[in-house]
């Protein structure tokens, strides 16, 4: 069974920085696109930033300039460097990944979330 599990997350006052990390586990043979969403209270979940296998990122502009993605792909996973905090970045933030699992299957799974609350 594959599974993302998530930490990082936490209270932080504006203008702070949490980094967040989502390792990886199970049968899995490879994985490609990683990447973090997150969701406020009442709104939908929003894309916040991928990357690669090859490295290469995306960022909304709304966090750009501001958050780091990067990734260990011998450890299977991914991390979220967030810097200049606001207290619009509160939500909880989900990791997401593209893998081949078992039977060289295309599969897609999330993690179970974690919080981050930044105070004004």
């Known amino acids: 069974q594959v599974q993302l599990v998530e930490s990082g997350g936490g209270l932080v006052q504006a203008g702070g920085s949490l980094r967040l990390s989502c390792a990886a586990s199970g049968s899995i043979f490879s994985i490609n696109g990683m990447g973090w969403y997150r969701q406020a209270p009442g709104k939908q979940r929003e894309w916040v930033a991928g990357?690669?296998?090859?490295?290469?990122?995306n960022y909304a502009d709304s966090v750009k300039g501001r958050f780091t993605i990067s990734r260990d792909n011998a450890k299977n996973t991914v991390y979220l460097q967030m810097n200049s905090l606001k207290p619009e970045d509160t939500a909880v933030y989900y990791c997401n990944a593209d893998y081949v699992g078992q039977f060289r299957r295309q599969m897609n799974i999330w993690g179970q979330g974690t919080q981050v609350t930044v105070s004004s």
């Open positions: 990357i690669t296998s090859g490295g290469n990122t």
